[in-house]
């Protein structure tokens, strides 16, 4: 489930399936968006912080309802995207551990991301038979340079907290036990600032959303061709059958 609370001008949503890895299902999706959804429109609220599990960040989609999800409902996760992209407040996370598919490609839209040293980011979408998602073709170059994103989103070789961090994904590596510290701290500090004039600054230096609402379409289509292609499905199930033969 996802777990949202405002206090002191900072919205926390924090990810809590950890007996699935944090992986998200479409009701964590329909949370998140609503989440941020509302907050764009609420004046207590000056940033949104985001964070998993210790150990955990996000295995990415529940990859059940992907081998579900061949017919093609993708609705919760473009809402979501969608969200993401027209979300105007300061985004952080904090992340321990694996941040897998759009655990990554969440990241790309954020403004400071902290992480543990032990953290890695991961996006086998196409050993899945998938393509990225949320705008990382488009973002992810643009950020990390071409050789980087197609290491990253495309052979699907995963990059450490401290590799991310020199490409610019990350911006602080700290020990596990100063994470939630850290994250608190950052968000304050943002939070601290004149929030109208902040969010004007980031509006300004991220450009119109249209290029990115864009560009996650185009991915969601082809995406969506891909859920129902015999490399995928027999990606899907060979993940949900582990240890079962
Ligand atoms: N969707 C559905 N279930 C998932 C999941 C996902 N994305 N990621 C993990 N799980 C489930 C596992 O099936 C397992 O369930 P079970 O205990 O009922 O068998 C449980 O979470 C624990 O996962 P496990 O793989 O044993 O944990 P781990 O610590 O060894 O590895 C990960 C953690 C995140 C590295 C690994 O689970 C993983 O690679 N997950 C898939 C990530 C992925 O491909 N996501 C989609 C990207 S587009």
Avoid: W
């Avoid at 609503?34 to 295995?59: M, T, Y």
């Avoid at 904090?94 to 040293?117: K, N, Y």
């Avoid at 109208?196 to 230096?205: F, K, M, N, T, V």
């Amino acid at each position: 489930m996802i777990h949202a609370r405002t206090a002191d001008g900072i919205l926390r949503l924090v990810i809590d399936r950890p007996a699935k890895k944090n992986a998200l299902s479409p009701a964590m999706y329909d949370a998140l968006t609503q989440a941020f959804v509302k907050a764009a429109d609420d004046k207590a609220v000056r940033v949104i912080a985001i964070e998993g599990q210790p150990g955990i960040f996000c295995a990415g989609n529940d990859i059940a309802t992907f081998e579900a999800a061949a017919g093609g409902d993708l609705a919760p996760i473009a809402a979501f995207l969608r969200a993401l992209a027209n979300n105007p407040l300061p985004l952080i996370a904090a992340i321990d551990g694996p941040a897998v598919g759009i655990g990554t490609t969440l990241l790309f839209h954020c403004d400071s991301v902290i992480a543990t040293e032990r953290s890695y980011l991961l996006t086998p979408f196409v050993d899945l038979g998938l393509v990225p998602e949320a705008a990382s073709s488009l973002i992810g170059p643009a950020l990390i340079g071409h050789h980087r994103a197609f290491s990253l989103l495309a052979l699907g070789e995963k990059m450490s907290a401290r590799a991310a961090e020199a490409a610019g994904l990350i911006h602080s590596v700290v020990e596990p036990e100063e994470l939630a510290a850290a994250l608190s701290q950052r968000a304050a500090f943002i939070a601290s600032k004149p929030p109208a004039a902040l969010r004007a600054s980031r509006a300004l230096i991220k450009g119109e959303p249209a290029a990115i609402l864009a560009r996650m379409e185009a991915e969601i289509a082809i995406f969506r061709q891909r859920l129902a292609s015999p490399e995928a499905q027999a990606a899907f199930r060979a993940f949900l059958s582990r240890g079962s033969s």
